[in-house]
């Protein structure tokens, strides 16, 4: 990314370090992330009963040793909130991550990639010594990945209060029974450990105290990996999206992550940035959608109608819609990204929850003109779009669904009715006493009176 290519708005708040770090991956991002996507594809098994557990693409291993080489190692993690961070704010890393979107495969290249992502700044902010020994820094080198699981198939997951799966304590250890599934992440065999919500305590009163996280690896005897689930129709291996059981499976108390009762303070600490990254790399996703919409219409070999595919008014209406939406979102995810920096996460739910309503299906609109400008080519293997557009769907329900951010966005709009209460009564007052002192006749369909 050049440095006239960052909004202007935030510009002033871009390091020379960082711009310079931009840079650099942009250019790891083109030369080798992207030529290397077709080569990931080609090394995973078409046996579709080894694209799971044992092996994955050794292409990765090679980025990711020029990735850390290079020094694009870890970005997502800011030292403004972590220790073991680099010194990026999130707001420089949100420009960071668009670039990463460009290329499906260039955040795990650079170790910045989902669930990992939010697993270790989970582990960083609330893991004790121990745990993050033993956890976060091999995360941080890259030598294993994670998985967060929480979702379960019989219940609505979309109310974390519904969780199901029970962490009973017994002695020194808790022992784990229920079934989860859209666990991402445990389909690849370097996954080593598992981030594990469920209830320890199904009878406190406060329904936000019953749940706690803890930390299982994945060896751990009575872990069941039932299936593979499909993300219409792509299985996106070997990282896969499981279903799985646990029966009575038993890992040390200490394995605890901040205490009993403290999962849903977790889960809002962890989900924050985590929602940020996704969204600022779904503007990358976004931009190549427009960027392959651009190269098609204007491909001289397609006309109708006698004229380029470009000259026609729907196209041009669909490119500047496509220009206008793109930069609207980034500058949302961009703000939202610099409220976490000025406060916290908690800080920025208002501005998280606009982002991650809009950017989503933002980007599935962008990328369905895409489509209809390539036609039949744009739902087949040979074009990106289709898989693009499965992704992109996903993220509506991903970390909340929109309805969840909708409801609480609503909600926070709502406290300032009481304030705005009073400022339009003080503005009626106001229009009162200038209306005596100009001995003004108020005209009877003049409503001035109001009740707040």
Avoid at 234 to 247: I, L, N, Q, R, T
Avoid at 341 to 369: C, E, H, N, Q, W
């Amino acid at each position: 990314m050049k440095s006239q290519d960052i909004p202007p708005l935030v510009a002033d708040k871009i390091s020379p370090r960082a711009k310079e770090l931009l840079a650099k991956v942009a250019a790891f991002v083109e030369e080798d992330c992207q030529p290397a996507e077709r080569i990931l594809e080609t090394q995973l098994p078409s046996d579709q009963s080894k694209r799971f557990l044992n092996t994955y693409p050794a292409i990765i291993d090679t980025l990711k040793a020029k990735a850390k080489k290079l020094g694009l190692w870890n970005l997502f993690l800011s030292n403004i909130h972590y220790r073991e961070g680099v010194a990026l704010t999130n707001l420089e890393y949100a420009l960071i991550a668009e670039l990463l979107g460009q290329c499906h495969i260039a955040s795990e290249a650079m170790n910045c990639s989902a669930p990992d992502t939010g697993n270790m700044e989970t582990i960083a902010k609330y893991g004790n010594e121990a745990q993050k020994a033993q956890w976060l820094q091999p995360l941080l080198d890259g030598d294993i990945r994670s998985a967060f699981i929480m979702t379960e198939r019989y219940v609505a997951s979309s109310d974390a209060t519904n969780i199901n799966l029970e962490i009973k304590r017994d002695g020194n250890e808790y022992v784990l029974n229920g079934t989860k599934w859209w666990s991402s992440g445990v389909g690849d065999p370097r996954c080593k450990i598992y981030l594990v919500m469920g209830k320890t305590d199904a009878t406190n009163p406060n329904p936000y105290k019953q749940q706690s996280v803890i930390l299982v690896p994945h060896n751990t005897p009575g872990i069941t990996v039932e299936r593979a689930l499909s993300v219409f129709g792509y299985d996106d291996a070997p990282h896969g999206h499981c279903e799985v059981s646990f029966k009575n499976v038993r890992v040390p108390a200490s394995n605890i992550l901040l205490g009993e009762g403290r999962g849903f303070e977790i889960i809002q600490g962890r989900l924050g940035p985590g929602r940020i990254h996704h969204c600022m790399r779904s503007i990358g996703v976004a931009s190549v959608a427009l960027e392959l919409l651009l190269l098609r219409v204007n491909d001289p070999a397609r006309n109708t109608f006698g004229k380029s595919l470009s000259e026609h008014g729907t196209i041009l209406d669909w490119i500047a819609r496509s220009r206008i939406e793109i930069d609207a979102g980034r500058l949302l995810v961009l703000n939202a990204a610099d409220k976490i920096d000025r406060t916290d996460a908690k800080g920025a739910l208002k501005d998280i929850a606009m982002a991650k309503i809009y950017v989503p299906s933002m980007a599935l609109g962008v990328i369905d003109r895409a489509i209809q400008a390539h036609g039949a080519a744009g739902i087949c293997q040979d074009f990106p779009l289709a898989r693009m557009w499965a992704s992109m769907r996903t993220l509506r329900i991903a970390d909340g669904p929109d309805e969840v951010h909708m409801n609480q966005l609503g909600r926070i709009e709502s406290q300032r009715v009481k304030e705005l209460a009073q400022v339009y009564s003080k503005r009626l007052e106001r229009t009162e006493k200038l209306i005596q002192e100009l001995s003004l006749k108020v005209h009877d369909h003049l409503e001035l009176k109001a009740k707040f």
